[in-house]
């Protein structure tokens, strides 16, 4: 059994080559170590509700730390770091944060703003030399997701999306059983994902910080789901769009979209989308030999499911724990989870995205 001790003579032995991290001119910080592997060093960009949800879930991370703050709201870089023990010289403002460049203690940084500043954000820390984790949607378009891409890319570091199911257990379980053929062949995906969204006056209802409405925030749960549950890239899309209130869903801002996907196979997704609804997020597998059924399937959990052979009893971990333990394991030891969380992930997403409200603008069947 390999003890403590030997844990620690092999990292003095490695430490005489101590490794670069990735291939960075200004970065020579040597990995933070720890027993189960080098650790992921975060800063949060963007200290909002889902922010604070990820920082908290991280303090529970073996192998990511929350260690970096910036914000535009200096009141809280003062209160989280209280909170979450960040010293001063690893705290940022929207000015400052391109001197992280110059920070060894920070490995990524993860952007939680609104939509439509993760493009912005991505391309300066990747210019700083440090690893992009951006919140779904990965961008406001195709376009937009091409050029994270090739930032990242021209930067060498990774680019990372915030697909927490991609890590979840119960979402894993459905996955492999369709990969072993457990459902036979596959016919028909229904998504569901809405909700009622409440005040009029967040930035999730303002075109340009939101880039859209439902679709962007929510129905991309039907779109990346209906990927990740049949295994196939849609080849076709067509959609209809129904709004009741267009004086609180304006113009260029979805409240409901229907959208129907056609994949290689021949499978069709129906899926639908909501800023006006209750009690949706469901997905629906049907195979030939059997059927997933997940209620709540993209929800902070637990998720809940059964399939022809039973229920889904995989246990519930915090999502976003688990998706930063994944993601420091796919920087570190190079371990993929079972669908990537990558850029290319998200492009896909965007493009199935813009093909969709094309299909909406148009009424015609978008091929993709
Ligand atoms: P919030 O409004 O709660 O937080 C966003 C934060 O972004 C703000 O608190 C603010 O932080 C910062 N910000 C910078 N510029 C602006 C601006 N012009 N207007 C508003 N906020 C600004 O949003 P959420 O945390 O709910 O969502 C953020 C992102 O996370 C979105 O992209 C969303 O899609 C994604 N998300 C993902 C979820 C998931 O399960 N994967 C769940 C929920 C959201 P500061 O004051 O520090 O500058």
């Not at 209280?82 to 403002?93: C, D, H, L, M, V």
């Not at 990965?138 to 697909?163: F, P, R, S, T, W």
């Not at 570190?332 to 409200?357: C, H, R, S, T």
Request: proline fraction near 4%.
């Amino acid at each position: 059994m390999s003890t403590r001790r030997d844990f620690l003579e092999k990292i003095t032995i490695s430490a005489i080559g101590l490794p670069l991290i990735y291939n960075s001119t200004n970065l020579f910080a040597a990995a933070t170590l720890h027993e189960e592997g080098e650790i992921l060093n975060v800063a949060i960009l963007g200290l909002g509700s889902y922010g604070e949800r990820v920082a908290d879930a991280m303090q529970d991370c073996k192998r990511a730390k929350l260690v970096g703050l910036i914000s535009g709201t200096p009141s809280k870089l003062t209160e989280w770091g209280a909170k979450y023990n960040i010293p001063e010289k690893n705290r940022y403002n929207y000015e400052t944060y391109d001197q992280i460049k110059d920070n060894p203690d920070i490995d990524a940084v993860y952007i939680i703003t609104p939509n439509a500043l993760h493009k912005e954000a991505a391309l300066r820390v990747a210019k700083a030399s440090k690893h992009v984790i951006s919140e779904k949607p990965m961008g406001l378009n195709a376009e937009e997701g091409q050029a994270m891409i090739d930032a990242c890319k021209a930067a060498g570091v990774h680019l990372l999306v915030g697909y927490r199911l991609h890590f979840e257990p119960k979402t894993v379980a459905v996955i492999k059983m369709r990969q072993e053929g457990a459902f036979g062949k596959l016919n028909f995906f229904q998504g569901q994902t809405g909700f009622d969204i409440g005040d009029p006056t967040q930035w999730r209802l303002d075109k340009d910080l939101a880039g859209g409405g439902s679709l962007m925030d929510i129905g991309i749960y039907s779109i990346n789901g209906a990927r990740y549950i049949t295994g196939e890239e849609p080849i076709w899309v067509t959609a209809q769009e129904t709004k009741t209130e267009p004086e609180k869903f304006k113009e260029g801002v979805d409240e409901t979209i229907q959208f129907q996907l056609g994949f290689p196979s021949g499978i069709v997704a129906s899926c639908l989308s909501t800023y006006n609804m209750r009690y949706l997020d469901r997905f629906y597998l049907a195979g030939d030999e059997g059927f997933a059924e997940m209620q709540p399937s993209t929800g902070y959990g637990p998720i809940e499911g059964r399939t022809h052979k039973g229920k889904l009893t995989q246990p519930h971990t915090t999502h976003q724990t688990l998706q930063m333990d994944g993601m420091a394991r796919i920087i570190y030891d190079n371990e993929q989870p079972i669908v990537p969380v990558d850029g290319e992930e998200g492009l896909k997403d965007l493009k199935i995205i813009d093909a969709i409200y094309k299909a909406v603008e148009t009424g015609e069947k978008v091929e993709l």
